[in-house]
């Protein structure tokens, strides 16, 4: 029983154009939502998160954005960059632990 | 700099070999988390401390193992592994539940490969 779903492994964008990622999920009770972005090599590292009680929280060139009608989470880069170019996880916040998608593999070309 | 640290990188095992991952912080956060995350899979959670407090998920197999002798370090105990267990193991913390709104901090992982 898949909680939280990435259905994109991997998109390609185009240096300085926005990037798009998202997330379904199915459990209404998560209170918080999450992105992590990883590098090769290296664990997950926090990037932005979201409270169940807001639809849009922006931080520099990220934003990410909730519907909680749809149960979709989304996260918005722009303007993409080079460093961009890692694997990125929604997470979910439930039962005090948080539950992960598949991650999205982006590669930002120059 | 305050980090998660996990030893070692790589690790490669037996089949049937017990193996022990570790994992040290220097965050004083008082919850640490195991993850094992296969090949295009999601991380999944395996046991949580929170203080002393062990906590098992309900799907995590008996073969895995867990310590944590003191604030700073946590342990990975499989006892006898198997070619399904091969997998990168992840490390990760955080304050009481503030991690949830701020964030787990994770270390870099340890991947296992079982032969």
């Known amino acids: 029983d898949q909680q939280v779903k990435q259905n994109s492994p991997s998109l390609s964008v185009q240096e300085g154009r926005i990037s798009i990622l998202n997330c379904d999920y199915t459990n209404s009770m998560f209170d918080y939502f999450l992105w992590y972005k990883k590098y090769p090599a290296e664990g997950p590292t926090f990037l932005i998160s979201?409270?169940?009680?807001?639809d849009k929280n922006e931080d520099g060139r990220f934003t990410v954005f909730l519907n909680k009608s749809a149960k979709h989470l989304s996260l918005h880069i722009v303007p993409s960059q080079p460093g961009d170019s890692a694997v990125y996880f929604c997470?979910?916040?439930?039962?005090?632990?948080?539950?992960f998608g598949q991650g999205t593999r982006l590669t930002i070309n120059p | 700099d305050a980090m998660v640290i996990q030893n070692p990188r790589y690790q490669v095992t037996q089949f049937g070999k017990p193996v022990t991952l570790s994992c040290s912080q220097t965050?004083?956060?008082?919850?640490m988390y195991w993850y094992q995350q296969k090949s295009s899979q999601a991380p999944k959670l395996l046991f949580h401390y929170y203080d002393k407090d062990f906590n098992n998920e309900a799907d995590t197999p008996d073969n895995f193992q867990s310590r944590r002798p003191n604030t700073s370090f946590c342990f990975l105990d499989i006892r006898s592994p198997g070619l399904g267990d091969a997998a990168m193991y992840l490390c990760?913390?955080?304050?009481?539940?503030?991690?949830?709104?701020?964030?787990?901090?994770f270390g870099s992982g340890t991947r296992l490969t079982v032969v």
């Open positions: 979201i409270s169940s009680i807001k």
């Open positions: 990760a913390t955080s304050r009481e539940w503030q991690g949830v709104v701020n964030g787990y901090t």
């Open positions: 997470a979910f916040q439930g039962a005090q632990k948080l539950v």
């Open positions: 965050l004083n956060h008082n919850v």
